[in-house]
């Protein structure tokens, strides 16, 4: 590319030549061109502020301009304590077909697995309770879960479901496991459809230490509640997606005049 040139190079401190271009956008389409040619493959860790700054001969803020950009475009994911790291191509789940993450993603190489973070009774707040056509303060099984494509976390997942349903699934395999699996094969209960709501929001600290990503990092929020055929709601879950890995598409039709 032309412009940004190692300072290895002769030239001018910033080892670059007159450009209309700043120096960050210069660094950033260099970095960028590197990821998306395939020298810097998906996983591949990037060189530290400190070592971009050194090599290129520009400050830190220039460094950070240009990373902030590529991870906004989803091309780089920051690890919070390991640096940035190319990001692996983002799966897509359909939403034509009400499915759980491993029907969806498994296969092609990939793996969903997951850990169950906690597992416990309590009781319905507002919220919860009109999703679930509860009374508020109602007993309810919150499940909260941590799912991975393969080693990467991809979403921190809340259930909730009526303590009756929920006391049903204290034996099941609800780390990698489908919950409408479980409830089909297991407890005999139909699925019939879900209400979802999507939105985007930025990473708490506490979702960004579970996810591997920086505080304020883009993630995608969801939030289901899953029927049986007689509108009953099975469970209410609240879901943060990597954005980075993660993404939904559907095909939608126009129908004729």
């Known amino acids: ?28 389409d260099r970095l960028k061109a590197e990821i998306l040619d395939g020298r810097r493959p998906p996983g591949d860790r990037l060189p530290s502020e400190a070592e971009l700054t050194a090599q290129y ?10 990373l902030n950009d590529l991870q906004k475009e989803g091309l780089v994911v920051k690890a919070h304590g390991k640096g940035s790291f190319v990001a692996q191509p983002a799966v897509a789940q359909d939403l034509t077909r009400l499915r759980g993450l491993s029907e969806s993603l498994a296969g092609e190489g990939r793996s969903v697995h997951g850990r169950v973070l906690a597992f416990k009774p309590g009781k319905a707040s507002a919220e919860v309770a009109t999703h679930l056509g509860l009374a508020k303060g ?24 009526p303590q009756a349903i929920g006391e049903r699934l204290v034996r099941a395999d609800l780390a990698n496991r489908d919950i409408l699996s479980i409830y089909e094969n297991e407890l005999g209960l139909a699925v019939h459809h879900a209400d979802l709501s999507i939105g985007a929001a930025l990473a708490t600290p506490a979702q960004a230490r579970s996810l591997a990503v920086e505080p304020g990092s883009a993630v995608l929020q969801v939030e289901r509640v899953v029927h049986a ?6 469970h209410y879950e609240h879901t943060v997606y990597r954005a980075d890995l993660f993404r939904y598409q559907l095909t939608t039709a126009r129908s004729g005049g």
């Open 57 to 66: 001969g520009v400050s830190r803020i220039t460094v950070r301009q240009a």
């Open 1 to 28: 590319m032309p412009g940004l040139k190692p300072r290895s190079a002769p030239g001018p401190r910033s080892g670059l030549v007159h450009s209309a271009q700043s120096l960050y956008a210069q660094l950033r």
């Open 229 to 234: 055929p007689d509108g009953v709601a099975l």
């Open 138 to 161: 109602a007993g309810v099984m919150q499940l909260q879960t941590l799912r991975y494509l393969n080693r990467e976390p991809l979403s921190l997942n809340h259930s909730w479901m």
